[in-house]
């Protein structure tokens, strides 16, 4: 295999979201766009490249960002056709292989070890790649990286975006990550960012050469972890049957509020949406969370088990409701949450609830099929048609969960 022990891709769309718009709307092509809500408590979700060079990017107050970048076209997101272009480069990752793991809606670790005789050298599987995900989604960019392990494809995929490919060869992986700065490694966030370089770690090389037990005396259990990563180092594969663990609802509201009736009906919409997820992936939630964001950004966030597996909307809600007592602070919240975990699938034999929710629960999927066929918000409590306060909600990333099976 010409020297390479194993060919990880690591595929990552160029500012998904906001190149959706362009591609949707010609008239967004070339200008500055920032998806997100237009207001004082929206935040960016991504900043088109057309954007950047004004040092706007994801995560940046909306408020911030149009001081920094005024003339930019403001966009609202759309969650659901993100979720409907995601589908198709997936589909397409899985025609290159059947080892895939998605990580989010725009990117995948694709295993290609053993595809040469059928794409080529890795920089050829590269452009394939990118040529499949341009014709595919009728003119989308991707950036392509290409190593031996999971995290040099993922580092080298960012170096030259938009629009990059970039192959470490074999025995060079470790030379080549030396220069880059700390942030690059795999899971160092602005804190742990501003943690290594208070310690003087500031290029990956420093990690590499640095004594991996102070490491792990500065950071913990992931001071061996990063070490190994600088060193290009990291035996983990791509798991093509990544099963999700938990999903969640949360909504940042344009307009505080700490009134338990009111927490209890954004709870009721999470609860109605992630039951519909739910029953839509044959799966039944065995717990309940509720988080809560205070005003100074403070996640707070309580859990339960429940007494058997659900997967309708008044359990969901019912059970979410009775954990807000355990919230000791006053608020008022400016994120309003819920997510439902120790997932079970609908084949497995566990003990359901009792007969007389079945009714609920016929009633729930009634509804389901009322919003598969005319959308989401065609159906409606009547509490819900004069409440304005939701900003933003998350996007789901459960087609995760369809990741091809390749046992046998």
Known sequence: MSGWSRIVAHADMDAFYA??????RPELRGRPVLVGPRSGR?????????????????????AQALKRCPHAEVVPPRFERY????????????????????????????D????????????????????????????????VGIAETKHVAKVASAANKPNGLTVIAPGTARAWLAPQPVNRLWGVGPKTETRLRALGYHMIDDIACADPDQLSEDLGQSGRHLWDLSRARDPRHVE?????????????LSVDVSDPIQIRHYLQRSADRLARRLRSKGRSAGGVRVRLKTTDFQLLSRQCVLPAPTDTAADLHRYACSILDRFDHPGPYRLVGMAVFDLHEANQPVQMGLLANERKRALEVVLDSVCEKFGTTSLQRARDLDSGTVQATTPDLDFIDNAPDTDG
Do not use: N, W
């Open 19 to 24: 190149s959706v718009e362009q591609l949707d």
């Open 42 to 62: 929206g935040v960016v979700l991504t900043a088109s490249y057309e954007a950047r060079p004004f040092e706007v990017g994801s995560a940046m107050p909306m």
């Open 83 to 110: 979720t409907e272009v995601s589908a198709a480069i997936m589909d397409v990752f899985c025609d290159f292989s059947p080892r895939v793991e998605p990580l989010s809606l725009d990117e995948a670790f694709i």
């Open 112 to 143: 290609m070890t053993g595809a040469q005789h059928i794409f080529g050298p890795p920089q050829d599987m590269g452009h394939a790649i990118k040529s499949a995900i341009f014709e595919a989604t009728g003119g989308l960019t991707i950036s």
């Open 240 to 252: 093509t049957r990544r099963t999700a663990r938990s999903m969640g609802s949360e909504r940042t």
